[in-house]
């Protein structure tokens, strides 16, 4: 089969390398062979992995040398008033611990932009953000914020409007939020990631625009993102896949008492390692295949028909409202500090 970019994602433990390096054997593995340091820890309900890459590393994954902090819960609703205190009470810790090393004076100036189309709801996480931050009562003289649009509404590259606005304004540190894209069903607006190697709007939606870094700026730029979209063959292979090894499983226990026991409607473990053989003579050989490869298949097949589908939840609106209001809290909790 041709190869193709069905991995797209902006989230760096979504990065085919690290899904790979689960255990802790295999993440020292990975860094002891690639320069790519990975840590776990629990807060309440919110799960945080940072993720440390040398230069080495960048070589062997492919995301920028630098430091990745990734914030999830996975059990998040648009109405789960827990879940999104908890969530930014976490994003505010590690968001501090991100810039422990920059020193900002009183004269120093912050940028902050906000990323994306706000005429499209998915994309609209960053503008949103700019315009809370306006809205608030108070701004305090060190901040300057701007959502400079996108390059098919303003016809020119986003990184140059925000490299204009640096060489005018020499902030100490620039903040681009974004939305970003996934690989995963389950991680749709359920995470935020961190990180300091700055951002290339439209990357994970194969979009790739003009780099917005310290490397290009000469000026720190920490870049927070949302993931918002998923790949439409994504969302067809995690159902196919559910699907095989939910008969997969019901076959397996056909006959034993779990399966005839039951008070209610039995469902089978399908987390369980499974024997996937057991649906072949339904299927066909193609169920044995591996996850990749059915993603595979099913990018090949939209792609031939030229529709190249991004999906994101109906709930979209709820979620970058959501979003939007607890970056804004985060931002000024974190302007409070300074």
Sequence with gaps: MQKLNWQRTDLIDESEEIVLHQTKEQKDTLKQSSGVHIEDQTEGRVKITHVQVNDEGEKQIGKKEGQYITLSVPTLTPDDKDGFHQLGESLLKQFKKLHESIALGNDDKILIIGLGNRTITPDAVGPLV???????????????????????????????????????????????????????????????QLTNTGIHPGSGVGNQRQEISQEVLGVPVTAIGVPTVVDAPVLIADAVELMLRSIAARVAERGKPSAKLSLSSWRPDINKELDMSLVTPIFGEWATWSKEERHQLFEETIAASNAQLMVSPKEADAWVEKYAKLITSMLTNWANTL
């Design 130 to 192: 700019i315009d809370h931050l306006h809205n608030l009562e108070q701004i305090d003289d060190k901040f300057v914020m701007y959502a400079p649009g996108v390059t098919g509404q303003t016809g020119y590259e986003t990184g140059e409007f925000v490299a204009a606005l640096a060489e005018r304004i020499q902030p100490k540190l620039i903040i681009v939020i974004d939305a970003l894209a996934s690989r995963s069903s389950e991680r749709l607006c359920k995470t935020i």
